[in-house]
């Protein structure tokens, strides 16, 4: 991991609020169509829109990430990725148990984001005050990583399990273990975006369509999850959805790389240098 | 104790030894973690290069994920399709293999397309012949750690509660922290630089100034892996085969329902004789490397 | 979900679990990218990769004794021995690397004399680094601090299991609380340490009050949970 090349303040072509609002609106809406479906309809085959949903969050948390260390806290990228899926998969965990406590299973989304907002912009708080770092966008970018975090492993917990109940939630994702490739598939699509992408040229919409593309691998991960916990149908379906967006966002970065970059060769000795 | 079960904890032992070296050469030949800063830093101070600039987050995290898909499809095939273990781990590593290849190529061209106003080209001969390379490694350790996590929880006498791949993902957790402490010393600290005086540190005004031109044309990151499979890798091997081996080694050893105390006494002179061998290897380098020549002040060595 | 004596400990224990970790990551000695080129003094990684790896080894050894006994102290002292055994390797063979393939005497530029040998440090510190290897006192306080968070982590996962009686969730859940406090404390450090005898130590009491107040939220979230039907 390395942290030269970012100056304080990333410049953005898309405005935060509007990637906030599309993130939280993109992921939670989706969820809750993909449950509603399921239930309703009394099939798996919906599940893949879930997946589809956590790839909303992601690029909320992929643009949070920029915007934080782009300030140069001093640990680097990957601390904070692991940060927001901590933050996350314990927000979940809470939300749907306590929804599955009161009594109705729609509950569980908005629970888990009002802890996970409220937790994560504690921490924010806490790392200007009590650490004094005193960076301006830490408390909402923490709020926003956490609440990325969370939507995504929902997201992705959804389209493992096909609902949204807490007792099937923790037989077909957790018993399985499948939590854990949730967990670090997450963690990767949100942090590995700008990790990959710094530099002083960095720009935001290749780092947006690289977490897009990594969101796309992470659906394969889960479409191969689901034909062991869904049955072949509603696993495939996911697998063959989630090659798609990969190919089509990986050929997308490729074309950015090749506008950004100084030259692109087939072979060659060592460039001119500048100085 | 028996037969069987210290035949299991000799295999994983070897295996873990099999799977931090490994590691350690797939994040050399992709220069991943900490040297990576120095490679980013080359271009940055006009020494463009043709050097893999793999920067996947540092590599806990990576080859957490590696380890994990592995073990996840290994388990998906044993559960759902009643696939035998040994085929199934083979599936599963390929997988993480070819997870592994698009993150690190993404990661390629991302740094490099960064760097523009540094002249740093995107070379694609260096993405065909390196990548596969990369693949090959990541392959080999995802392989081993999800072997080691399958014989914990169905083959061990007294078998872990977590599912395998929660274990998988913390074993592969542990083998990126101890490859990131080991073997990156000797590919940094060593051949990275190893156009300056050798036995002493990195001095800070040689920052970013790698080696770019090798033996025989120009250095790539297929040389610098051949040069660190000669000890650094070996090493984290051993640091990584020690850790699952003498974990396991005292709980099988002892039973764990009766033995408790023992093995933990176990651990702690483990751990005792850790210190004492640190401390005499401080002692023996000091002896014999004797301090260094520049030093003018009035401190006695 | 029945609030009692009870739970009070149990949420006592996840915070005093939570603050350990943090403090034991001040413990470690870290030295980050310089270190991994012989620059500085310490292991060449990053605080929270090193703190996650060899925490979470400590979670997979006592999860293990928690499989099989009750007993607390038991269950404590093999998730300690099991962070401390991986801290130790990692340390020992790096040092090998340090001593015979960079061909470095290990001394550390922030003290004059090594607080537990004597030795003494700058005759043996290279010219335009601060300092190489890992010398005795960053071995003893890297050790330490393994063995810190291998206990934090066991002392997390045992409540939580008690409480909802799965192994899974329960762990995934100490993962997560370990994380979140790794990552806090090693914002204090701001990226590298040497250990309890550097100048950066006397800053723990902030990522104690920081660590406390995450714990807090964490440890209410966590005994609220059930462990399913």
Redesign the interface.
Same mark, same amino acid.
């Given at each position: 991991?390395?942290?030269?090349?970012a100056a304080g303040g990333a410049p953005s072509a898309y405005d935060p609020k509007k990637l906030r609002m599309y993130g939280l609106v993109g992921s939670v809406v989706g969820i809750y169509i993909g449950a509603i479906l399921n239930s309703a309809l009394d099939t798996n085959l919906f599940s893949f829109i879930g997946a589809v949903a956590a790839i909303f969050a992601v690029v909320m948390g992929a643009n949070a990430v920029r915007r934080v260390c782009a300030y140069g806290?001093?640990?680097?990228?990957?601390?904070?990725?692991?940060?927001a899926?901590?933050?996350g998969?314990?927000?979940v965990?809470?939300g749907l148990?306590?929804a599955?406590?009161l009594g109705s299973v729609l509950l569980g989304p908005i629970i888990i984001l009002i802890?996970a907002g409220v937790?994560g912009y504690?921490?924010g708080v806490?790392?200007n005050k009590?650490?004094?770092?005193n960076i301006p966008v830490m408390e909402e970018g923490n709020a926003d990583l956490s609440m990325a975090g969370a939507m995504a492993i929902l997201g992705w917990s959804f389209a493992v399990s096909g609902s949204l109940g807490?007792?099937n939630i923790?037989?077909d994702v957790?018993?399985?273990?499948?939590?854990?490739?949730i967990?670090?598939?997450g963690?990767?699509a949100i942090?590995?975006?700008f990790?990959?992408?710094?530099?002083?040229?960095?720009?935001q919409d290749?780092?947006l369509v690289?977490a897009i593309?990594?969101s796309g691998?992470a659906m394969i991960?889960t479409g191969?999850?689901a034909?062991?916990t869904q049955g072949l149908a509603a696993g495939l379906l996911q697998l063959v959805i989630g090659f798609a967006i990969?190919f089509y966002f990986?050929k997308m970065?490729?074309r950015?790389?090749k506008r950004?970059?100084?030259?692109?060769?087939?072979?060659?000795?060592?460039?001119?240098?500048?100085? | 104790m028996d037969a069987f079960s210290m035949g299991l904890i000799a295999a994983m032992g070897a295996l873990a030894t099999v799977a931090g070296a490994s590691e350690d050469i797939e994040s050399d030949i992709g220069s991943q973690?900490?040297p990576?800063?120095q490679v980013?830093?080359a271009a940055?101070?006009?020494?463009?290069?043709?050097i893999y600039n793999k920067?996947?987050?540092?590599e806990?995290?990576?080859n957490?994920?590696w380890a994990?898909?592995a073990?996840?499809?290994a388990?998906?095939l044993i559960?759902?399709f009643q696939m035998p273990a040994l085929l199934a781990l083979v599936a599963g590593a390929s997988?993480a293999a070819l997870?592994n290849g698009?993150?690190s190529m993404?990661?390629y061209?991302?740094?490099?397309?960064?760097?523009?106003?540094?002249?740093?080209?995107?070379?694609?001969?260096i993405v065909r012949y390196t990548t596969p390379s990369i693949m090959a490694h990541a392959w080999i350790t995802s392989f081993c750690i999800a072997t080691i996590s399958y014989i914990m929880v169905y083959m061990l006498p007294t078998p872990h509660p977590?599912?395998?791949?929660?274990i998988?993902?913390i074993w592969?957790l542990a083998v990126g922290a101890i490859g990131s402490s080991v073997g990156d010393i000797h590919y940094g600290g060593e051949r990275e630089f190893q156009n300056r005086q050798f036995g002493c540190g990195l001095n800070t005004m040689l920052s970013g100034q790698i080696v770019?031109k090798a033996e025989a044309g120009?250095r790539n990151s297929i040389d610098n892996a051949w040069f660190c499979t000669k000890f650094g890798g070996p090493a984290t091997g051993m640091g990584f085969g020690l850790t699952v081996f003498l974990d396991n080694w005292r709980t099988t050893v002892f039973d764990p329902v009766t033995q408790a105390s023992f093995a933990i006494a176990m651990g702690l002179f483990f751990i005792i004789v850790m210190v004492i061998y640190n401390n005499y290897i401080e002692k023996s380098t000091r002896k014999k490397y004797g301090p260094y020549p520049e030093y003018k002040g009035d401190i006695a060595a | 979900?029945n609030f009692d004596i009870n739970t009070i400990v149990y949420i006592l224990e996840i915070i005093v679990g939570g603050l350990l970790v943090g403090i034991g990551v001040h413990f470690v000695p870290v030295g980050g990218?310089p270190a991994a080129m012989a620059q500085a003094s310490g292991i060449g990684t990053?605080?929270?990769?090193l703190a996650?790896g060899s925490g979470l080894t400590g979670l997979l050894a006592a999860g293990l004794m928690m499989s099989v006994t009750d007993n607390l102290w038991l269950i404590l002292a093999s998730g300690a021995v099991g962070a401390g055994i991986m801290i130790g390797s990692t340390m020992l063979t790096g040092s090998w690397i340090y001593a015979y393939a960079v061909g470095v005497p290990f001394a550390s530029a922030k003290v004059n004399f090594d607080p537990i040998t004597g030795f003494s440090q700058p005759p043996y510190v290279a010219p335009g680094t601060v300092g190489q290897g890992i010398p005795t006192v960053c071995f003893t306080s890297g050790m330490i601090g393994g063995m810190m968070g291998g206990l934090g982590g066991a002392m997390i996962y045992y409540p939580l299991y008690l409480i909802n009686g799965?192994a899974?969730?329960s762990a995934?859940?100490a993962?997560? +609380?370990?994380?979140?406090n790794a990552?806090?404390a #090693?914002?204090? &450090?701001? @990226?590298t340490i040497e250990g309890f005898h550097d100048p950066k130590f006397k800053k723990w009491p902030?990522?104690f009050?920081?660590c406390a +107040?995450?714990s807090i939220?964490?440890a209410i979230? #966590?005994v609220? &949970?059930? @462990?399913?039907?």
């Open positions: 991991m390395s942290l030269g090349g806290i001093g640990t680097g990228v990957p601390s904070i990725g692991m940060l899926l901590g933050m998969i314990i927000a965990m809470f148990s306590m599955e406590t802890y937790f504690v921490v806490i790392a009590v650490i004094k770092f807490y007792v923790l037989n957790l018993m399985t273990g499948y939590i854990a490739i967990f670090i598939a963690g990767l942090l590995h975006p990790n990959a992408n710094l530099g002083p040229d960095e720009k290749r780092t690289n593309m990594v691998l991960a191969i999850a034909i062991a990969w990986f970065f490729y950015l790389v950004d970059a100084s030259a692109v060769v087939g072979t060659g000795l060592l460039p001119p240098t500048v100085q | 973690s900490n990576n800063s980013q830093l940055q101070v006009g020494n463009p290069h043709r920067a996947i987050s540092g806990p995290p990576a957490a994920l994990a898909t073990a996840m499809v388990y998906t559960t759902a997988v997870f698009v993150f993404s990661s061209f991302g740094r490099n397309s960064s760097q523009k106003r540094f002249n740093q080209w995107v070379y694609l001969d977590f599912p395998m791949t929660i998988a993902l592969g770019r120009l | 979900m990218a990053g605080t929270v990769q996650a799965n899974a969730l995934m859940f993962i997560g +609380i370990f994380l979140v990552v806090i #090693s914002w204090n &450090i701001q @990226g902030f990522a009050k920081a +107040i995450a939220l964490l979230a #966590s609220l &949970i059930t @462990g399913g039907a």
